[in-house]
């Protein structure tokens, strides 16, 4: 979450820093995913697991880049927000919905990865394209279900002067809210810390078997990518996040408040860089489809 209290202004410093960082999280972000779909419709010819979650998460960092622009004029325009009550909850729902979107997808890929290399006899019973799908349809579901939460954030009283900051007190004295944005982020980060460690000691076993049908190297770019990607977006925002929860409530000292706030501004929009970063993993995804494509159509011309 994001907030300004009514009675202050958005720091310019802190403006410059997201006008800063929004302009290339959007032209880059979108051109990664663009590119990603070209290839996945172009040169991929058969879906797998791992491109499945791929295109769900394309699709939920697409949403969330739709909302940059709109979040950059919202903080220009700080409390002359002009394009309505309704247009501005819609924006915030996508945005807030679907980074913990975002966070469930990265979270399913890393645990997809994890059974299918560390549990493969497993994972012939559990994995499939339509299970994964249909997993990405529940996130998405669920995900959207939490969008009645988003349109209570400036109070019912709020006569949507601002956008995306200014919410109600009541916004910041919801336990509930809280406990299940940070419970959501802090069990992903366990779940897939544990999963990436687990993967790669099991790929280090199998580097040394020449027989090995998995490329250890690749599924061990696959795995850190994604670990990597994910604590460095969003865990400064949810440690800050937990700190300015507990200032809004008077539970450690006021007096933080206004260096809190800047801090809260400034961690999540460096969370919004994991639409960029994700392109890395997109690479390393697709290339792996490409080959196992590739493969599969030499292992049949062999078979005739």
Known sequence: MNDTDTSSSISATVELFQLVMYTPIFTLGLLFNVMALSFLFFKVKKLTESTVYMVALIFLDTLLLFTLPFKIISYHLQNNWSLGSVFCSFLESLYFVNMYGSILISLCICVDRYVAIRHPFVALRLRSTKKAALV??????????????????????????????????STWENQGLFSALETTFLCSMVTMTFCTIQTLRCLRKLK??????????????????????????????HVAFLLYFLVKNNIIHSSLQQALRAVLQITLCWANLNCCLDGICYYFVLKESLEDSVQSQKAARRGL
């Open 136 to 169: 990405c349809a529940l996130i998405c579901l669920g995900t959207s279900a939490g969008t009645a939460a988003t349109f209570q954030l400036h109070g019912q009283d709020h006569n949507f002067s601002s956008c995306f900051h200014n919410f109600s007190k």
């Open 208 to 237: 040394s078997t020449d027989s090995s049908p998995i490329n250890t190297k690749r599924a061990e770019k696959i795995v850190v990518t994604n670990l990597v990607t994910f604590l460095v977006c969003f865990t400064p925002y």
